[in-house]
């Protein structure tokens, strides 16, 4: 229980932020995403927590299933990721949820081969199964905040979505390498 304890630590003192919520809000940052420059990023508000409290319990599943089978934007790209130590949103967990939303593709999804997910230099940032526009990847090292414990695999796994470059590949189908020079 002392690790615990030593997170709530943390988080309540706002040990954790300063790196990534200081780069979140400089100018360069917000340009490049395209966020008002008079938006300030703060993490872990007590308010929103507050707000979103009665949703913790909710099932998004109708939403997902919603997204991964409406017509109106057919070209609608839907990605799920998981840290690989994630304790509150295990990866296992993850899995099943997403084996049991009611889609077309489900099978598919099943039935596509696990990729590896990997930087230019050779090292393995992760692994993502692709079926139609659905990716679900897996950072490595990572546990439930991806973007705070592997930033450079996390903005290696959005650029890869945002572009397209995630391809689905059948079982049967020889292992395929993805590699994006960082």
Not at 14 to 25: G, H, K, R, V
Not at 53 to 79: C, F, M, R
Not at 132 to 159: N, R
């Amino acid at each position: 229980w002392l690790w615990l304890y030593l997170i709530i630590f943390f988080v309540k003192n706002n040990l954790f932020l300063a790196p990534y919520a200081d780069w979140l809000n400089t100018d360069a940052v917000k340009k490049a995403y395209g966020v008002d420059p008079s938006v300030t990023f703060k993490d872990c508000v007590d308010q929103t927590y507050t707000d979103f409290y009665p949703d913790i319990g909710t099932s998004y599943a109708g939403n997902y299933s919603y997204l991964l089978s409406q017509n109106i934007i057919p070209d609608l790209k839907v990605i799920l990721y998981s840290g690989q130590n994630d304790i509150i949103c295990n990866t296992v967990s993850t899995y099943n949820y997403i084996s049991k939303l009611e889609w077309s593709g489900v099978n598919g999804f099943i039935n596509s081969k696990k990729q590896i997910l990997k930087v230019s230099n050779g090292t393995v940032a992760g692994n993502y199964k692709t079926y139609g526009h659905f990716t679900f990847a897996v950072i490595y090292g990572a546990g439930h905040m991806v973007p705070m414990d592997q930033p450079d695999s996390s903005k290696l796994m959005l650029d890869i979505f945002i572009e397209g470059k995630f391809k689905s590949q059948r079982v049967a189908a020889e292992k395929k390498v993805v590699e994006i020079a960082m």
